[in-house]
């Protein structure tokens, strides 16, 4: 008898211990056939509580029943347990990554100048301009004559042309600035006029650690009345200090542009003490506004044109222009 209700108390703990092993509902449900089947240890057992005298049967058959009870309950708190881990691991792998982004954005990012370029055209674009743009394969006329560079002008020799054989000649050339683009602008749009025109532009000149025969500028130009040199000096100083920050400034230096009239170059003073120069800037020639279709005595204007390239080597501090061209992955992937 005694030994009956030993074999009906292993007989639980080895179901019970089944059930706890269980890792998944799966396995859950063959190991419920396993410890409560027809085959199973404590089912098989009941055969025996016949044979017992009635006391001793109503005792097996209580442990029994208990036992059975027991694992029952066990075999539900099991499967719940596990209903939730599978669904929790469900959750886990069909969950939906978006940080899968990250790995491949490592693997590419825009060029620095291409983010120089945005970067630029946000600070701007926040300043009230529109982004304009303009072919790279200009005509003369657009890159020079109607800014204002008389035929024969020497300023015209100071831009290294790489002229483009098409058409007549001397006619079709690589622009080499992207002030055509004010031209362009002036026709394409009455003032009041605010925009700027990031773009490529083209040089006949050997590379070095400064200069690429393909560099990048950014143009800005505002047409609308009463328009003064006040206003594109205080204008480059709130681009400086939104670009660079509140500790740079800005200065201006008398220059000369045959499409600017007066003209000046544009510095940046950074915090270490140091001048950075950016570019050209000056107030609109009245023979350009004419060029663009309007009329000087109504309307005035500022231009400028900074080297964009400058502004991702400074940013990055890389010291040669050429890095950034050279395609070389170990250092386009440092940044
Ligand atoms: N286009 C001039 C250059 O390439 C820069 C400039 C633009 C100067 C606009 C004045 C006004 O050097």
Known sequence: MSELLDRVARAR???LGRVGEATSTDELRLVETEVLGKRADLIE?????GALGPDERRRVGQALNEARAEVEGALAARRSDLAAEDRRRRLE????D????VPSRRLGHLHLVSQAWEQLEDVFVGMGFTVSEGPEVETEWFNFEALNFAEGHPARDSFDTLWVDWGEPGQTLLRTHTSPVQIRAMLATEPPLYTICPG?????DTPD????PVFHQIEGLVVDRGITFGDLAGTLEAFTKAYFGGEFTSRLRPSYFPFTEP???????RPDGSWLELGGCGMVHPNVLRSGGVDPEEWSGFAFGFGLDRFALMRHRVDDLREFFAGDLRFLTQF
């Not at 792998?93 to 939906?96: H, P, V």
């Not at 650690?209 to 690429?212: E, K």
């Not at 003209?263 to 003073?269: I, K, N, R, W, Y």
């Open 13 to 15: 703990e080895g179901a």
């Open 98 to 101: 978006l940080s899968e982004v």
């Open 200 to 204: 490529r532009v083209f040089r006949q």
């Open 93 to 96: 792998a069909e969950r939906l």
């Open 263 to 269: 003209s000046a170059e544009f510095d940046v003073l």
């Open 45 to 49: 057992l009941r055969k025996s509580v």
């Open 209 to 212: 650690a400064t200069h690429m």
